[in-house]
Protein backbone atom coordinates (compact mmCIF):
# COMPACT_ATOMS: atom_id res chain seq x y z
CA UNK A 1 0.00 0.00 0.00
CA UNK A 2 1.32 3.50 -0.60
CA UNK A 3 2.21 6.49 2.16
CA UNK A 4 -0.29 8.29 1.31
CA UNK A 5 -3.22 5.45 1.23
CA UNK A 6 -1.63 3.93 4.32
CA UNK A 7 -1.73 7.36 6.16
CA UNK A 8 -5.31 8.14 5.60
CA UNK A 9 -6.40 4.76 6.66
CA UNK A 10 -4.62 4.96 9.83
CA UNK A 11 -5.99 8.75 10.13
CA UNK A 12 -9.40 7.14 9.77
CA UNK A 13 -9.25 4.88 11.80
CA UNK A 14 -7.85 7.72 14.71
CA UNK A 15 -10.74 9.30 13.85
CA UNK A 16 -13.23 6.63 14.56
CA UNK A 17 -13.90 4.12 11.60
CA UNK A 18 -13.94 0.67 12.60
CA UNK A 19 -13.87 -0.44 8.90
CA UNK A 20 -11.46 1.66 5.65
CA UNK A 21 -11.52 0.99 2.12
CA UNK A 22 -10.64 2.73 -0.89
CA UNK A 23 -12.97 1.84 -4.23
CA UNK A 24 -12.17 2.37 -8.05
CA UNK A 25 -15.80 3.80 -9.19
CA UNK A 26 -15.30 4.73 -12.33
CA UNK A 27 -17.41 1.80 -13.82
CA UNK A 28 -20.29 4.13 -12.40
CA UNK A 29 -21.88 6.85 -14.22
CA UNK A 30 -19.76 10.47 -13.75
CA UNK A 31 -22.70 12.41 -12.09
CA UNK A 32 -23.60 9.34 -9.89
CA UNK A 33 -20.13 9.90 -8.09
CA UNK A 34 -19.68 13.78 -7.94
CA UNK A 35 -17.56 13.63 -11.12
CA UNK A 36 -14.63 12.12 -8.71
CA UNK A 37 -12.94 8.41 -9.32
CA UNK A 38 -12.62 6.75 -5.90
CA UNK A 39 -15.10 5.85 -2.90
CA UNK A 40 -13.75 6.12 0.24
CA UNK A 41 -15.95 3.63 2.49
CA UNK A 42 -15.78 4.08 6.38
CA UNK A 43 -17.66 1.95 8.80
CA UNK A 44 -18.65 2.10 12.36
CA UNK A 45 -19.69 -1.01 14.12
CA UNK A 46 -22.86 -1.47 16.20
CA UNK A 47 -22.43 -1.76 19.52
CA UNK A 48 -22.76 -5.27 20.72
CA UNK A 49 -25.09 -4.25 23.75
CA UNK A 50 -27.14 -3.10 21.24
CA UNK A 51 -27.11 -5.63 18.32
CA UNK A 52 -28.01 -8.32 21.26
CA UNK A 53 -31.53 -6.18 22.45
CA UNK A 54 -32.78 -5.92 18.80
CA UNK A 55 -32.80 -9.81 18.33
CA UNK A 56 -36.63 -10.23 18.72
CA UNK A 57 -37.52 -7.00 18.42
CA UNK A 58 -36.86 -3.12 18.15
CA UNK A 59 -35.79 -1.19 21.56
CA UNK A 60 -35.83 2.50 22.79
CA UNK A 61 -32.02 1.81 23.32
CA UNK A 62 -31.81 0.74 19.28
CA UNK A 63 -34.03 3.76 18.53
CA UNK A 64 -31.33 6.16 20.37
CA UNK A 65 -28.50 4.93 18.96
CA UNK A 66 -30.11 5.20 15.71
CA UNK A 67 -29.61 8.72 15.74
CA UNK A 68 -26.25 8.58 17.79
CA UNK A 69 -24.67 5.87 15.59
CA UNK A 70 -25.28 7.97 12.30
CA UNK A 71 -24.41 11.37 13.49
CA UNK A 72 -21.30 10.27 14.35
CA UNK A 73 -21.11 9.01 10.99
CA UNK A 74 -21.74 11.79 9.88
CA UNK A 75 -19.06 13.53 11.42
CA UNK A 76 -16.47 10.57 10.34
CA UNK A 77 -17.26 11.66 6.80
CA UNK A 78 -16.97 14.94 6.93
CA UNK A 79 -13.32 14.94 9.12
CA UNK A 80 -12.34 12.44 7.16
CA UNK A 81 -13.32 14.76 3.86
CA UNK A 82 -11.93 17.30 5.93
CA UNK A 83 -8.69 15.44 6.42
CA UNK A 84 -8.33 14.14 2.26
CA UNK A 85 -9.07 17.71 1.48
CA UNK A 86 -5.69 18.71 3.71
CA UNK A 87 -3.70 16.37 1.59
CA UNK A 88 -4.23 18.62 -1.39
CA UNK A 89 -7.23 16.75 -2.80
CA UNK A 90 -10.58 16.93 -3.46
CA UNK A 91 -13.31 15.06 -1.40
CA UNK A 92 -17.00 14.97 -0.90
CA UNK A 93 -18.62 13.61 2.20
CA UNK A 94 -21.70 11.41 1.72
CA UNK A 95 -23.48 12.61 4.88
CA UNK A 96 -27.04 12.34 5.54
CA UNK A 97 -27.06 15.45 3.93
CA UNK A 98 -25.49 15.22 0.82
CA UNK A 99 -27.06 12.42 -0.19
CA UNK A 100 -29.08 12.16 -3.20
CA UNK A 101 -32.02 10.33 -4.22
CA UNK A 102 -33.37 8.67 -7.01
CA UNK A 103 -37.07 7.22 -5.25
CA UNK A 104 -38.24 6.67 -2.06
CA UNK A 105 -36.05 4.18 -0.87
CA UNK A 106 -33.12 4.26 -3.09
CA UNK A 107 -29.98 6.76 -3.10
CA UNK A 108 -28.50 7.93 -6.22
CA UNK A 109 -24.97 6.20 -4.59
CA UNK A 110 -25.62 3.78 -1.97
CA UNK A 111 -23.04 3.45 0.36
CA UNK A 112 -23.00 -0.33 0.04
CA UNK A 113 -22.00 -0.21 -3.47
CA UNK A 114 -19.01 1.97 -2.58
CA UNK A 115 -18.36 -0.12 0.35
CA UNK A 116 -18.47 -3.73 -2.27
CA UNK A 117 -16.21 -1.57 -4.25
CA UNK A 118 -13.97 -1.04 -1.69
CA UNK A 119 -13.91 -4.72 -1.27
CA UNK A 120 -15.40 -4.42 2.34
CA UNK A 121 -18.00 -6.93 2.20
CA UNK A 122 -21.03 -8.23 -0.24
CA UNK A 123 -25.15 -7.28 -0.37
CA UNK A 124 -26.55 -10.00 2.52
CA UNK A 125 -29.88 -11.75 1.35
CA UNK A 126 -31.44 -8.85 3.50
CA UNK A 127 -30.09 -6.22 1.69
CA UNK A 128 -27.88 -4.67 4.45
CA UNK A 129 -24.33 -5.08 3.88
CA UNK A 130 -22.32 -8.15 5.39
CA UNK A 131 -18.88 -8.52 6.39
CA UNK A 132 -16.13 -11.18 7.25
CA UNK A 133 -15.44 -8.83 10.14
CA UNK A 134 -18.80 -7.56 11.86
CA UNK A 135 -21.32 -9.67 10.06
CA UNK A 136 -24.38 -6.79 9.39
CA UNK A 137 -24.21 -5.17 12.55
CA UNK A 138 -21.74 -2.25 10.75
CA UNK A 139 -23.13 0.74 9.49
CA UNK A 140 -21.48 2.71 6.27
CA UNK A 141 -21.04 6.52 5.04
CA UNK A 142 -18.88 7.56 2.45
CA UNK A 143 -16.08 9.81 0.86
CA UNK A 144 -15.52 10.91 -2.64
CA UNK A 145 -12.46 12.19 -4.17
CA UNK A 146 -9.69 12.21 -6.22
CA UNK A 147 -6.86 11.04 -4.28
CA UNK A 148 -4.72 8.58 -6.06
CA UNK A 149 -5.51 5.79 -3.39
CA UNK A 150 -4.97 2.22 -3.93
CA UNK A 151 -8.41 0.27 -4.57
CA UNK A 152 -9.45 -3.13 -3.80
CA UNK A 153 -10.91 -5.55 -5.75
CA UNK A 154 -13.95 -5.43 -5.77
CA UNK A 155 -16.98 -8.09 -4.06
CA UNK A 156 -19.04 -8.89 -6.61
CA UNK A 157 -21.21 -12.13 -4.93
CA UNK A 158 -22.48 -12.80 -2.21
CA UNK A 159 -20.87 -15.14 0.60
CA UNK A 160 -24.44 -15.79 1.97
CA UNK A 161 -23.98 -19.35 0.77
CA UNK A 162 -27.05 -21.33 1.44
CA UNK A 163 -28.04 -19.75 5.08
CA UNK A 164 -31.73 -18.29 5.67
CA UNK A 165 -31.48 -17.18 8.93
CA UNK A 166 -32.79 -13.57 8.23
CA UNK A 167 -35.02 -14.45 5.18
CA UNK A 168 -36.57 -17.10 7.84
CA UNK A 169 -36.51 -14.31 10.61
CA UNK A 170 -37.26 -11.35 8.93
CA UNK A 171 -40.94 -10.61 10.32
CA UNK A 172 -42.21 -8.45 7.33
CA UNK A 173 -41.45 -11.72 4.66
CA UNK A 174 -39.45 -9.23 2.66
CA UNK A 175 -36.20 -11.45 1.89
CA UNK A 176 -36.64 -13.71 -0.93
CA UNK A 177 -33.55 -15.42 0.03
CA UNK A 178 -32.20 -15.33 -3.59
CA UNK A 179 -28.68 -14.30 -3.47
CA UNK A 180 -27.25 -11.01 -4.28
CA UNK A 181 -24.72 -10.51 -7.44
CA UNK A 182 -23.62 -7.34 -8.92
CA UNK A 183 -25.78 -7.65 -11.89
CA UNK A 184 -28.85 -7.90 -9.40
CA UNK A 185 -30.94 -5.18 -8.79
CA UNK A 186 -32.45 -4.71 -5.01
CA UNK A 187 -36.02 -5.76 -6.13
CA UNK A 188 -34.62 -8.56 -7.41
CA UNK A 189 -34.24 -10.13 -3.66
CA UNK A 190 -35.55 -7.71 -1.29
CA UNK A 191 -39.07 -5.95 -0.92
CA UNK A 192 -37.65 -2.76 0.52
CA UNK A 193 -41.16 -1.60 0.71
CA UNK A 194 -42.55 -4.45 2.36
CA UNK A 195 -39.84 -4.21 5.16
CA UNK A 196 -40.76 -0.11 5.67
CA UNK A 197 -44.21 -0.57 6.54
CA UNK A 198 -44.28 -4.02 8.23
CA UNK A 199 -41.34 -2.32 10.42
CA UNK A 200 -43.01 1.19 10.66
CA UNK A 201 -46.33 -1.02 12.28
CA UNK A 202 -44.31 -3.11 14.53
CA UNK A 203 -42.10 -0.01 15.98
CA UNK A 204 -45.22 2.09 17.04
CA UNK A 205 -46.82 -1.09 18.20
CA UNK A 206 -43.83 -2.75 20.31
CA UNK A 207 -42.29 0.71 21.55
CA UNK A 208 -44.23 3.80 20.39
CA UNK A 209 -41.56 5.06 17.86
CA UNK A 210 -43.50 6.37 14.79
CA UNK A 211 -40.68 4.88 12.51
CA UNK A 212 -39.35 1.56 10.67
CA UNK A 213 -36.93 0.52 13.37
CA UNK A 214 -36.57 -3.47 13.16
CA UNK A 215 -32.61 -4.51 12.98
CA UNK A 216 -33.27 -8.24 13.76
CA UNK A 217 -32.03 -8.94 10.51
CA UNK A 218 -28.53 -7.28 11.96
CA UNK A 219 -28.90 -9.43 15.48
CA UNK A 220 -29.79 -12.93 13.96
CA UNK A 221 -27.15 -13.34 11.09
CA UNK A 222 -24.94 -16.32 11.96
CA UNK A 223 -21.83 -13.84 10.74
CA UNK A 224 -22.62 -10.97 13.45
CA UNK A 225 -23.44 -13.79 16.35
CA UNK A 226 -19.73 -15.05 15.35
CA UNK A 227 -18.46 -11.18 15.39
CA UNK A 228 -19.41 -10.85 18.87
CA UNK A 229 -17.87 -14.05 19.89
CA UNK A 230 -14.73 -12.56 19.00
S1 LIG B 1 -35.19 -4.78 9.06
FE1 LIG B 1 -36.64 -6.33 9.90
S2 LIG B 1 -38.36 -6.33 8.44
FE2 LIG B 1 -36.63 -5.35 7.39
S3 LIG B 1 -35.57 -6.99 6.31
FE3 LIG B 1 -34.56 -6.82 8.32
S4 LIG B 1 -35.67 -8.31 9.60
FE4 LIG B 1 -36.95 -7.94 7.80
S1 LIG C 1 -28.38 -14.12 7.99
FE1 LIG C 1 -27.37 -15.45 6.50
S2 LIG C 1 -28.36 -14.92 4.54
FE2 LIG C 1 -28.79 -13.25 5.97
S3 LIG C 1 -27.16 -11.76 5.61
FE3 LIG C 1 -26.49 -13.06 7.31
S4 LIG C 1 -25.26 -14.67 6.28
FE4 LIG C 1 -26.49 -13.68 4.69
Redesign the pocket.
Known sequence: MTNLSTAIKAELTRLGADMVGFGDLTILPSDMRGDLPVGISVGIRVPPDIVCGIAEAPTLEYWDYYHSGQDALDKLADASADFVRSLGFEAIALTRNNVKFVGALRSALPYKTVATRAGLGWI???D?L?TEQF??AVWFSAILTDAPLDCAKPITE????D?????DACPAGA?SGKLWNVELDRDGFFDAAKCAAVTKVRANELIGVDYPLCGK?IA?????KQALLN
Open positions: GKCLAGTSKCGCTVCRICVCPRT
